[in-house]
């Protein structure tokens, strides 16, 4: 009998390296996933290699990866991974000729697949201390995969540049100091440790908006304006930009003095350029914002029709779209606690109130047909009711010494002109309807004494002096020039004839005039007798009380609603009641 002693196999067991989990561990598979598998064979001949996931088996390529794609197991949420090796043990037994003698090893995974798993960043935009723009994001809370960098890229159409490489994915974020004002696109790109997924792209934009509150400007006389504006919260550079292309690099600094006349009132567009303070291009292609260059003007006012005011005081009434208020001249601010809310009322077809110095009252017409008088304090203390009906182009109002309101309107049956009793508040006298004269011009002497109607080149004078209206006297002019006649605001006899080129004063009783003034009249400062008038189209002039001495001009862009109170001039543009204060040049 013949013995032959064998090695017996070694004690050894066989390894599997799934990317490095343990057998019976769980691999998470978000979106196509590489997955390594090898085995250590341990020098030792393979017999057999068998990967099955779930009942499936799977052809492990020889790299050893696996790519596993939640798309491909639609509706399963968990399948088990089984590993199974054969090894050979080299002893050359029987048993192993027989196949009954090798090593094995079986090792088992839970491959769990994240269906619709959001992997997109949650980007914040907060701004550093420096005032540049800070974009962060939280890093993505995922199982088995690592971040190895991200990469961000700016984009301006179809052009990308590479802002940034962040290699510290436990902190992302970035700063860009280019971009300070407007909307500006990202593109984030996250890669991973040995590319176990592969890179995620995310957009991100970030729009900046305008500083609000816009420019706002003061003229330094009638050749410098100054303009300043807000802070913006980000780093950066302000410049403005003329209407003829001129710019002005104000660098960081948020205000600056414009050299150059303007036309009165100043209504311009200008630029006001925001760029990064590292910018150093053509300013003029910068980011910009379209703003307004206004001259000086009274804030908070929506202008709504005419002006009211009181020579005592030296304040102004005006309306606006729904607030009455009182301004005072010498600051042109409205005044603190004196006004009145009246509601959306909105038509410059009205003449809406007067200022009786006697009675130191404000008569004001409301939308509802009533007369309100208020007291200085803009109190309400009476009103006048009309029982519905409509007063329609009102064109006198006048509160008499002697207690007699004066009031005219248009109703469907014509033109009517009364007489009111404030004492008693009883209607002490009317006149109408004057259906021929609907469309007549009407104007009330300073104190109330005369009534004009003018019509064509047809004016009578009326008076009210026994209560009813008495023709005092009547006045043609030249019928193809003449446009209208205006009481004068400081005399009650004097009224000026205003043609379409030139214009005069005359006296309503003994018809004694001035010369004509060649010129299309403005208008007459109530408060020191002074008279405006256009001449050359844009040159406003202001003559003396006597019409004989030109004291002051003015270029104006615009030649009409142009008044005078106290030598500052007015007019309102698009709602908004401009001023120019003359008293330093003309006194």
């Known amino acids: 009998m013949y013995y032959e002693d064998l090695t017996p196999p070694e004690k050894i067991t066989v390894d599997i390296n799934l990317d490095g989990l343990a057998n019976g561990e769980t691999v998470y598979i978000y979106r196509k996933t590489k997955v390594s598998c090898n085995a250590d064979l341990k020098g030792k001949t393979l017999l057999k290699y068998e990967v099955k996931l779930g009942d499936k088996d799977l052809n492990l390529p020889g790299s050893g990866i696996l790519y596993l794609d939640p798309s491909d197991y639609g509706g399963v949420e968990e399948l088990n991974l089984t590993i199974n090796v054969e090894l050979k043990t080299g002893t050359h037994s029987i048993a192993e000729h ?46 088995q995969l690592q971040v190895s960098k991200y990469e961000v890229y700016k984009l301006n159409g179809y052009e990308e540049t590479l802002l940034s490489t962040i290699t510290d994915p436990k902190d992302p974020f970035f700063v860009d100091e280019s971009h300070v004002l407007g909307k500006q696109d990202y593109l984030i790109l996250t890669y991973f440790e040995n590319n176990k997924i592969e890179k995620l792209w995310d957009y991100h934009t970030v729009q900046i908006e305008y500083p609000s509150g816009g420019l706002d400007s003061e003229p330094i006389g009638f050749d410098k304006i100054k303009v300043w504006w807000k802070k913006h919260m980000y780093n950066c550079n302000y410049a403005l930009e003329l209407e003829d292309g001129t710019i002005i690099d104000c660098k960081g600094n948020t205000e600056a003095e414009i050299s150059k006349t303007y036309n009165f009132p100043i209504y311009k567009d200008i630029k006001l350029h925001i760029y990064p303070a590292n910018y150093t291009g053509n300013i ?11 001259s000086s003007r009274v804030k908070d006012i929506y202008l709504s029709g005419e002006i009211a005011y009181d020579l005592k005081h030296k304040e102004l009434y005006v309306k606006d779209q729904y607030v009455l208020y009182a301004v005072d001249i010498t600051t042109m601010k409205t005044i603190p606690d004196r006004y009145v809310n009246t509601g959306f009322d909105w038509d410059w077809s009205r003449e809406y109130m007067y200022y009786s110095e006697y009675f130191e009252k404000l008569f004001y017409i409301t939308r509802d047909y009533k007369i309100n008088i208020y007291d200085r304090n803009m109190k309400l203390q009476s009103y006048i009711n009309w029982g519905g009906v409509t007063l329609n182009n009102l064109s006198v109002l006048h509160a008499r010494k002697d207690g007699k309101l004066i009031f005219g309107y248009t109703d469907p049956d014509g033109y009517w002109t009364n007489v009111y009793n404030l004492s008693n508040n009883q209607l002490m006298y009317r006149e109408g309807p004057d259906i021929l004269r609907n469309y007549a011009k009407r104007s009330m002497s300073k104190d109330g004494t005369y009534l004009s109607v003018s019509e064509d080149n047809y004016i009578q004078i009326f008076s009210f002096d026994n209560i009813e209206m008495l023709n005092v006297n009547s006045i043609s002019t030249y019928p193809i020039n003449f446009e209208e006649c205006i009481f004068s605001k400081v005399d009650d006899e004097e009224l000026y004839i205003v043609e379409k080129e030139q214009f005069y004063r005359m006296n309503a009783l003994t018809k004694n005039k001035t010369a004509y003034i060649a010129g299309k009249f403005m208008t007459e400062d109530p408060f020191t007798g002074n008279v405006a008038y256009i001449k050359n189209d844009n040159i406003l002039v202001i003559l003396s009380p006597d019409l004989n001495e030109e004291i002051y001009s003015i270029p104006v862009s615009r030649v009409w609603d142009l008044r005078l109170f106290d030598n500052i001039l007015t007019t309102s543009k698009s709602g908004v009641l401009y001023y120019v204060d003359l008293k330093p040049y003309i006194e």
């Open 98 to 143: 027989l196949g009954l003698e090798k090593y094995l090893g079986s090792f088992k995974y839970k491959i769990k697949f994240i269906h619709y798993a959001d992997l997109s960043l949650k980007f914040e935009n907060t701004i550093t201390q420096d005032r540049n723009l800070k974009v962060s994001w939280k890093p993505l809370d995922l199982q």
């Open 284 to 294: 003029s292609s910068t980011a910009y914002s379209t703003q307004l260059l206004q």
